[in-house]
């Protein structure tokens, strides 16, 4: 993408995979052939969906500050902001952590302290804290 390029509103990804039950618990299998590249962390991409979920709200304008999206979606403020600070890391560590990739000692606790705003400064920092 170019800068002049723009953003598509919404972005469809086709997933192949069917559930299946296995001890009573339901797991996603996907086709032969195809195979995942780690454990996916749910609880950090859940928080990467609410962070870039909140971004769009207040970037819209259905919520005028922090504190009144906080108050909608009934959380303390602080926690929403250092959840927040998610939506301004690398686009490659986000996808890492949402394919599985990411190492396997990053915490989503690591994540919501403050990250240096260049992206080689934050890989560099990930990489140095997890070893």
Same mark, same amino acid.
Do not use: N, Y
């Given at each position: 993408?170019? #800068?002049?390029?723009?953003?598509? *509103?919404?972005?469809?990804?086709? @997933?192949?995979?069917?559930? @299946?039950?296995?001890?009573? %618990?339901?797991?996603?299998? @996907?086709?032969?052939? /195809?195979?995942? #590249?780690?454990?996916?962390?749910?609880? =950090?991409?859940?928080?990467?969906?609410?962070?870039? %979920?909140?971004?769009?709200? =207040?970037? +819209?304008?259905?919520?005028?500050? /922090?504190? *009144? !999206?906080?108050?909608?979606?009934? /959380? &303390?403020?602080?926690?929403?902001? %250092?959840?927040?600070?998610?939506?301004?890391?690398?686009?490659?560590?986000?996808?890492?952590? !949402?394919?599985? +990739?990411?190492?396997? $000692?990053?915490?989503? *606790?690591?994540?919501? $302290?403050? !990250?240096?705003?260049?992206?080689?400064?934050?890989? &560099? @920092? !990930?990489?140095?804290? =997890?070893?």
């Amino acid at each position: 993408m170019t #800068r002049g390029t723009p953003i598509p *509103e919404t972005v469809t990804l086709h @997933v192949p995979f069917r559930i @299946v039950k296995r001890g009573g %618990r339901k797991e996603m299998e @996907v086709p032969t052939g /195809i195979r995942a #590249r780690g454990r996916c962390d749910h609880a =950090l991409i859940k928080a990467l969906a609410r962070a870039f %979920r909140w971004k769009k709200m =207040l970037d +819209s304008g259905e919520f005028g500050t /922090i504190a *009144e !999206l906080a108050r909608s979606e009934r /959380i &303390a403020a602080p926690f929403l902001t %250092r959840t927040m600070r998610l939506t301004q890391m690398a686009p490659d560590l986000v996808e890492g952590i !949402l394919d599985g +990739s990411q190492p396997s $000692g990053l915490k989503l *606790e690591a994540l919501r $302290g403050p !990250l240096p705003r260049a992206w080689s400064e934050q890989r &560099a @920092v !990930l990489s140095t804290a =997890l070893d």
